[in-house]
Structures are given as structure tokens and as C-alpha cells.
T-cell receptor, first 113, second 114 residues
Framework: ELKVEQNPLFLSMQEGKNYTIYCNYS?????LYWYRQDPGKSLESLFV?????AVKQEGRLMASLDTKARLSTLHITAAVHDLSATYFC?????????????FGTGTRLKVLA | SAVISQKPSRDICQRGTSLTIQCQVD?????MFWYRQQPGQSLTLIAT?????????ESGFVIDKFPISRPNLTFSTLTVSNMSPEDSSIYLC???????????FGPGTRLLVL
């Protein structure tokens, strides 16, 4: 069974600090996705990582993928309050002719002013 | 990207009744999915809505309880049948134009069953 785990589950950090969220998955996948969810809202796509070594950056967020280690990281640089949200990683999987996405446990980030 | 709308946005229902949730995409997409999300939890995939054929359900979800329709490439419905309070949750529709592309999510339907 494909499992996707994130750590930490909860993260409280001061504005201006740096931190990394980790996403580990249990079976082979070449693609990894990051999403953001604000409280009471739906999910917003942040990054799509399509191959080993892929790195994507948008503002204070940078995501990377190591398919050999089955690990993706989401690095936060100089955090600001607006980054407070829950972040999910997801991997995709094709089985028996169907295609689906498996989501991680989520990391709830709170940036303190 | 795709813009997805869902109706209703929220509802309060009585035990034993059924609710149909509609999901409309503004462009043709290959894949549509239905998820359930409890507050503070991750997403649980209910089923993949297949155009022109029966949906593919995940373990723990059955067609009698969650019938799904997908009559074309832009529309799908999820019915929550014979509801109980345990069905209270947020139901999310998502779509992807093709495999290996990111999903786009609808705003969700908040369901409370009394």
C-alpha cells in the first residue's frame, strides 16, 4: 500500500525564520505535488515536481524532489504570516488501469508575528 | 488550469436522506475525483469518476452508498445515500486535464447530518 507521510504535522515558527517540511513516500513515483489549504478553504496547487532532482521556487517557498530517497522537501525562507496554512504533498499512482493521487498527512504551519 | 464549481456549498440533512453534490469544470478534463476531508485531516479518496463507465471506488467506499455519475468530460455528481451523522464531512471534487498533471479542486461541500 502506498503511504505518504509528512513531518512535522504541526509547525509553529516565528516570522523571518527558515524551516523545511518533509514528505516521504513508500513506493516508486516520479512525480510529486504540493498543495496549500487555507482554513475553511479548498486546496490550491503550489508545485509539480516531475523528475528526480527537480526544484521549483515561488516566492519564499522552494520544493525539491529526490526520487531515489523517495523524499520531497518544502523549504520556507524568511517566513511571513501569510504563509500560515496547511501544506499537503501528494504522489500519483497507476494501478489496474486507473490513476489516482495519494495525499500526505498534511503539515499545519502557523507563522507567528 | 481549470476552474471547478460545486453545488451545494453546504447543507444540513436529516438521517436517512440522500444528497447529490454537483461538480462542474470549465474545461474538458480526463480525470475527475471525489474526496472526503474531515476537519483537520488529510484527504481520503472516495472514487475516480470515469466518463462513460462505472466509477472506480477505493477500499471502504461502495457504489450503493456513494453512487457517482459522469455523463461527460466536464461534469460529475456524487450522491451520499441513506446518510448518518458519520457522513458529516467536507466533500471535495477535483479534476486533472490528464495524468501526471496537478489536480484542481472545487470549493467543497460542507455536509452536516443530524
Amino acid at each position: 500500500e502506498l503511504k505518504v507521510e509528512q513531518n512535522p504535522l504541526f509547525l509553529s515558527m516565528q516570522e523571518g525564520k527558515n524551516y523545511t517540511i518533509y514528505c516521504n513516500y513508500s513506493t516508486t513515483s516520479d512525480r510529486l505535488y504540493w498543495y496549500r489549504q487555507d482554513p475553511g478553504k479548498s486546496l490550491e496547487s503550489l508545485f509539480v515536481l516531475l523528475s528526480n532532482g527537480a526544484v521549483k521556487q515561488e516566492g519564499r517557498l522552494m520544493a525539491s524532489l529526490d526520487t531515489k530517497a523517495r523524499l520531497s522537501t518544502l523549504h520556507i525562507t524568511a517566513a511571513v504570516h501569510d504563509l500560515s496554512a496547511t501544506y499537503f504533498c501528494a504522489v500519483d499512482r497507476r494501478t489496474s488501469g486507473t490513476y489516482k493521487y495519494i495525499f500526505g498527512t498534511g503539515t499545519r504551519l502557523k507563522v507567528l508575528a | 488550469s481549470a476552474v471547478i464549481s460545486q453545488k451545494p456549498s453546504r447543507d444540513i440533512c436529516q438521517r436517512g436522506t440522500s444528497l447529490t453534490i454537483q461538480c462542474q469544470v470549465d474545461s474538458q478534463v480526463t480525470m475527475m475525483f471525489w474526496y472526503r476531508q474531515q476537519p483537520g485531516q488529510s484527504l481520503t479518496l472516495i472514487a475516480t469518476a470515469n466518463q462513460g463507465s462505472e466509477a472506480t471506488y477505493e477500499s471502504g467506499f461502495v457504489i450503493d452508498k456513494f453512487p457517482i455519475s459522469r455523463p461527460n468530460l466536464t461534469f460529475s455528481t456524487l450522491t451520499v445515500s441513506n446518510m448518518s451523522p458519520e457522513d458529516s464531512s467536507i466533500y471535495l471534487c477535483s479534476a486533472a486535464a490528464y495524468s501526471q498533471e496537478t489536480q484542481y479542486f472545487g470549493p467543497g461541500t460542507r455536509l452536516l447530518v443530524l
